[in-house]
């Protein structure tokens, strides 16, 4: 008989003590042309990441030229006064760099990233780029092309349409945050290379732009390589820069944008509130995150895992401009898609949800696990340099103190359920929210009007 092979089995590996963690904090300095510089860094990461954030807002782009920051911020790739705009590509490919930019209504960020032994080769590109652009004839030419051919396929997209028509809908006529970010077909036709160079040199100077570098900088003299690149880079210093005020309308109202035929409806209904600088942001943090920030989401739960209404259904709050005097604000808004025949059922269910909130508040239960999903992973979230450089260059962006993400963690831990609650009901008060959908108003009409949630206007998709 033959003798069964045992197995040896090993040891299973035990979990170590959890090392204590906190957001990086930056060093911050200045160069001699007046660059403010934040570095960070992180043993280990050998990709470091730039970001340089350039004092250009949406709202500083000329009458009729909405678009030409956003032209700008991808022209600065496209050859300067030492490189041809395919030689300024193939720079960068050989240091292995990625290099983006892109404009909103803070300004104008280019986003760096490269291995750190060819680092000094692509901030030399990047401060060329930001020293002398080419903004050739062509390239803006073809630039300004390729933004036109976008826009027909974001009008498309259902979701870019409704966050279209909601920022419409939010602000007033005529203020900059009423329009697209990157410009309309009318006012992108509009667009040359002498507007661009024309709005490069009113806004784009090293006195009133920031640097952020994280990641691995052992024997790297960080100073030197700064004062070569980014500190050859001149200009001249500039006035304060009036910011306006942000204001809103968040009377309780529907617009649908007419698709006919759609299978599906898209919801996007959102208000405007306080920015970071609010003490409640924490607490809006956390009670937003209960109510549709993730699967196990009150949202989520109904209309996705009860009703089988959609795929999922998300609320969150982004920051469109902040300012410490208390004249930003932030987005706060409910996303999802569902289909098309239970659009009025869902959207009835889902303002149950908000007035059960409201009435009943938040569990215990709900506020664990949004803090262990919140503050938990996030040591997982900054494992690299360049979640670390993008999150402290939100921090400049927005005038919040260098320990200002550190600091939301502790606050977020500390957060309890009575404050959360009254955070996200707040936030989403039933009678104070712009409902826009994006779907067939024949068959949605009539079923949303009998809601009762606010006024219902029908507007074509174009």
Same mark, same amino acid.
């Given at each position: 008989?033959?003798?069964?092979?045992?197995?040896?089995?090993?040891? *299973?590996?035990?979990?170590?003590?959890?090392?204590?963690?906190?957001?990086?904090?930056?060093?911050?300095?200045?160069?001699?042309?007046?660059?403010?510089?934040?570095?960070?860094?992180?043993?280990?990461?050998?990709?470091?990441?730039?970001?340089?954030?350039?004092?250009?807002?949406?709202?500083?782009?000329?009458?009729?030229?909405?678009?030409?920051?956003?032209?700008?911020?991808?022209?600065?790739?496209?050859?300067?006064?030492?490189?041809?705009?395919?030689?300024?590509?193939?720079?960068?490919?050989?240091?292995?760099?990625?290099?983006?930019?892109?404009?909103?209504?803070?300004?104008?960020?280019?986003?760096?990233?490269?291995?750190?032994?060819?680092?000094?080769?692509?901030?030399?590109?990047?401060?060329?780029?930001?020293?002398?652009?080419?903004?050739?004839?062509?390239?803006?030419?073809?630039?300004?092309?390729?933004?036109?051919?976008?826009?027909?396929?974001?009008?498309?997209?259902?979701?870019?349409?409704?966050?279209?028509?909601?920022?419409?809908?939010?602000?007033?006529?005529?203020?900059?945050?009423?329009?697209?970010? *990157?410009?309309?077909?009318?006012?992108?036709?509009?667009?040359?290379?002498?507007?661009?160079?024309?709005?490069?040199?009113?806004?784009?100077?090293?006195?009133?732009?920031?640097?952020?570098?994280?990641?691995?900088?052992?024997?790297?003299?960080?100073?030197?390589?700064?004062?070569?690149?980014?500190?050859?880079?001149?200009?001249?210093?500039?006035?304060?820069?009036?910011?306006?005020?942000?204001?809103?309308?968040?009377?309780?109202?529907?617009?649908?944008?007419?698709?006919?035929?759609?299978?599906?409806?898209?919801?996007?209904?959102?208000?405007?509130?306080?920015?970071?600088?609010?003490?409640?942001?924490?607490?809006?943090?956390?009670?937003?995150?209960?109510?549709?920030?993730?699967?196990?989401?009150?949202?989520?739960?109904?209309?996705?895992?009860?009703?089988?209404?959609?795929?999922?259904?998300?609320?969150?709050?982004?920051?469109?401009?902040?300012?410490?005097?208390?004249?930003?604000?932030?987005?706060?808004?409910?996303?999802?898609?569902?289909?098309?025949?239970?659009?009025?059922?869902?959207?009835?269910?889902?303002?149950?949800?908000?007035?059960?909130?409201?009435?009943?508040?938040?569990?215990?239960?709900?506020?664990?696990?949004?803090?262990?999903?919140?503050?938990?992973?996030?040591?997982? !979230?900054?494992?690299?340099?360049?979640?670390?450089?993008?999150?402290?260059?939100?921090?400049?962006?927005?005038?919040?103190?260098?320990?200002?993400?550190?600091?939301?963690?502790?606050?977020?831990?500390?957060?309890?359920?009575?404050?959360?609650?009254?955070?996200?009901?707040?936030?989403?008060?039933?009678?104070?929210?712009?409902?826009?959908?994006?779907?067939?108003?024949?068959?949605? !009409?009539?079923?949303?009007?009998?809601?009762?949630?606010?006024?219902?206007?029908?507007?074509?998709?174009?």
């Amino acid at each position: 008989m033959t003798e069964l092979a045992t197995m040896e089995f090993h040891q *299973q590996p035990q979990a170590g003590e959890p090392r204590p963690w906190a957001f990086p904090a930056p060093e911050r300095g200045s160069l001699d042309n007046g660059l403010t510089v934040l570095r960070c860094h992180r043993p280990g990461q050998q990709v470091v990441a730039v970001e340089v954030l350039l004092d250009a807002p949406l709202d500083a782009e000329p009458a009729g030229l909405d678009g030409v920051a956003t032209i700008m911020a991808r022209a600065f790739s496209e050859g300067t006064d030492k490189h041809s705009a395919e030689d300024f590509a193939a720079e960068l490919e050989r240091c292995g760099a990625t290099l983006d930019a892109h404009a909103d209504h803070p300004g104008v960020r280019l986003s760096l990233e490269v291995p750190v032994s060819r680092l000094a080769k692509a901030l030399g590109l990047v401060a060329d780029a930001l020293r002398a652009p080419a903004f050739a004839d062509g390239e803006v030419e073809r630039l300004v092309r390729n933004r036109l051919d976008e826009i027909p396929h974001e009008l498309a997209n259902p979701a870019r349409r409704a966050a279209k028509e909601l920022s419409k809908e939010l602000f007033p006529a005529g203020t900059r945050m009423s329009r697209p970010r *990157q410009g309309t077909e009318e006012t992108v036709a509009n667009i040359d290379s002498a507007a661009v160079r024309a709005f490069y040199e009113k806004h784009v100077r090293p006195a009133t732009a920031t640097a952020v570098v994280v990641g691995d900088l052992t024997g790297v003299d960080l100073d030197a390589l700064l004062g070569e690149t980014l500190g050859a880079w001149t200009g001249s210093a500039a006035e304060p820069r009036p910011v306006p005020p942000v204001t809103a309308d968040d009377r309780g109202r529907v617009v649908i944008v007419d698709r006919p035929g759609a299978v599906q409806t898209q919801l996007l209904i959102g208000r405007t509130g306080s920015d970071r600088h609010d003490r409640v942001w924490p607490a809006q943090v956390l009670g937003t995150y209960c109510l549709g920030g993730t699967l196990t989401s009150r949202l989520d739960r109904v209309l996705r895992e009860e009703k089988g209404y959609t795929y999922g259904v998300r609320a969150f709050g982004q920051v469109l401009r902040s300012a410490p005097d208390g004249t930003g604000a932030a987005m706060l808004a409910i996303s999802g898609s569902v289909d098309t025949p239970n659009t009025g059922p869902a959207l009835a269910d889902l303002w149950t949800v908000l007035r059960k909130l409201a009435e009943g508040g938040l569990t215990d239960a709900e506020r664990d696990v949004a803090v262990q999903n919140l503050v938990g992973v996030a040591p997982l !979230k900054y494992e690299t340099a360049a979640a670390v450089a993008s999150t402290l260059a939100d921090q400049v962006e927005q005038h919040l103190p260098d320990d200002y993400q550190a600091t939301l963690y502790r606050q977020l831990a500390a957060t309890g359920t009575v404050e959360a609650t009254a955070a996200v009901v707040s936030a989403f008060p039933v009678d104070r929210l712009v409902t826009v959908l994006v779907g067939d108003a024949a068959q949605i !009409k009539e079923p949303v009007e009998a809601l009762g949630i606010g006024e219902v206007t029908v507007v074509a998709a174009e």
